[in-house]
């Protein structure tokens, strides 16, 4: 598996060298839509200079924070997506015969996937450190790592959850469509703002609080007035993490035992 997903990234690595220009596309892409949502969110925080206790650098940190576990996800795990199509278009049963695990193969479908928007995040993330002014000690380079792949893990289990359930209902776009917008749309302001059950929603059923904002409230020495919860669970990203995607991938696994394809 380690030799085969070596070839997958050198594939990726050679589409890229080979069509330079629209690396550069996506790149500028990637730049103009966080720039525009750092500039919206800049925008909303020129109208309300505090918002509920977080000024514009420290949910610069927040928003950072997120990007970069999700554009982590992005780089490595976003052919997860693509399972409805392959179910819908009656591809995916050639996973089925091949002697690898079928979730590993559907990852590592060339797909032209570079890590542009994981630099890109790394940078954003580094800037908004500085800026928000966290004390960048040895608990901060020992936990932000592990948290920035705890939050891509949550982004992979959830975005797994979904792509599973399309073995039962074929065309899951619209649920999807739910999903991806409750993440990028709520994870750019503290959950301390919304009404209790869009709290307890981000916390417990779908965790994406715990990509940015438990984090960024242990590292600003901020109090969670969201949850009420003391501010180390921040901590616990990284094993959330890894909970979503053993369940997800329990999950993953029933789904298979009841594929029966479309058919096609």
Do not use: C
């Not at 392959?86 to 890590?115: A, C, H, K, M, S």
């Not at 739910?178 to 929603?201: A, C, H, K, N, W």
């Not at 109090?223 to 009420?228: A, L």
Request: aromatic share 18%; glycine share 6%; no cysteine.
């Amino acid at each position: 598996m380690l030799t085969a997903y070596l070839q997958y990234w050198r594939i990726n690595v050679l589409t890229m060298l080979e069509y330079r220009a629209n690396f550069f596309m996506w790149f500028g892409f990637t730049i103009i839509y966080h720039g525009v949502a750092l500039a919206a969110l800049y925008v909303t925080m020129r109208q309300f200079p505090s918002m509920n206790g977080w000024d514009f650098r420290q949910m610069f940190f927040l928003y950072a924070l997120w990007m970069t576990g999700h554009e982590l996800h992005n780089a490595l795990f976003f052919n997860v997506v693509t399972v409805p199509d392959y179910i819908r278009e009656g591809r995916f049963d050639r996973f089925l015969v091949r002697p690898l695990d079928t979730l590993f193969q559907v990852l590592t479908v060339p797909q032209q996937n570079v890590p542009d928007g994981l630099f890109l995040g790394i940078v954003t993330l580094a800037v908004a450190t500085a800026a928000a002014g966290v004390h960048v000690d040895w608990l901060y380079v020992l936990f932000v790592p592990p948290i920035v792949a705890g939050g891509a893990l949550i982004d992979l289990g959830i975005s797994l959850v979904v792509a599973t359930i399309s073995f039962w209902f074929i065309r899951v776009d619209t649920l999807r469509w739910v999903v991806m917008s409750l993440e990028q749309d709520f994870t750019r302001y503290p959950i301390s703002i919304y009404t209790r059950g869009v709290r307890i929603v981000l916390t417990y059923v779908l965790p994406f609080a715990f990509m940015n904002y438990f984090p960024a409230t242990f590292f600003l020495q901020k109090s969670d007035s969201g949850m009420h919860l003391n501010p180390q669970v921040g901590l616990l990203t990284p094993a959330i993490g890894l909970a979503w995607l053993a369940v997800s991938y329990a999950f993953w696994r029933v789904g298979l035992r009841h594929y029966q394809g479309t058919g096609s």
